[in-house]
């Protein structure tokens, strides 16, 4: 069972950068490493997937060390916006492995 | 393109009632999935299908819980008899494959239960 853990909660102001670093210890061979992002009263919305080293897409980077059993999302220049609740999920369900996410980070954003 | 369609968004009932949710998910995604948030928590995954078989289910609830994906396309839900604890948002999502895959979540039903 491929268990994370997030920090419950990150403070931040606009045009910073945050790193929310998510430790799965016993990801498995097969696992992704997938953020998701989630607004109240939404469904959570996919961010970025990644395997190892880096990945890169328009609104996030995903880092993986060598061993995989972190990782951390990093947010460049912030807005008001993106305050919500941020979920690392790792697996893909094959192989009897779950589908779990975390805790979730809530990111709040101040002016 | 549509997203994963949810019904109904809200549903209130008394305990011992059964309630239903149904989703639809996209077009051509193969993999449907059911989670369950609880208020301040992360989804937690009820029942996942790879077309019409429910290829994991041990985190569901079997003795008042029941799914089904009959012609491999939507889904349901259904709650019977519902309990106090199981006031929480229902979550569908759906993806193309296994590998890798990004899942689309659904707006949620969220269900009180008096």
């Known amino acids: 069972l491929a268990k994370t853990t997030q920090p419950i909660s990150m403070d931040s102001y606009e045009g910073q950068e945050v790193n929310i670093t998510c430790s799965h210890n016993?990801?498995?061979?097969?696992?992704?490493i997938t953020w998701y992002q989630q607004f109240p009263s939404q469904g959570p919305r996919f961010i970025i997937q990644?395997?190892?080293t880096k990945v890169t897409n328009e609104v996030a980077s995903l880092f993986i060390p060598a061993d995989r059993k972190s990782s951390t999302l990093s947010l460049p220049r912030v807005s008001l916006s993106d305050t919500a609740v941020y979920y690392c999920l790792v697996g893909v369900g094959a192989a009897g492995n779950k589908l779990t996410f975390g805790g979730g980070t809530r990111v709040l954003v101040k002016p | 393109e549509a997203g994963v369609v949810q019904s109904p968004r809200y549903k209130i009932i008394e305990k011992k009632q059964p309630v239903a949710f149904w989703c639809n998910p996209i077009?051509?995604?193969?993999?449907l999935y059911w989670y369950r948030q609880n208020l301040g928590q992360g989804p937690e995954l009820l029942i996942r299908?790879?077309?019409?078989?429910?290829?994991?289910d041990s985190q569901l609830p079997k003795d008042r819980f029941s799914a089904e994906r009959l012609k491999g396309v939507d889904s349901t839900l259904k709650i019977q008899p519902a309990e106090l604890g199981d006031s929480a948002v229902y979550l569908c999502a759906s993806s193309h494959s296994l590998e890798g895959n990004e899942q689309f979540f659904g707006p949620g039903t969220r269900l009180t239960v008096l």
């Open positions: 016993n990801i498995a061979t097969n696992d992704y």
């Open positions: 990644g395997y190892k």
């Open positions: 299908y790879e077309n019409e078989e429910a290829v994991d």
């Open positions: 077009s051509g995604h193969n993999t």
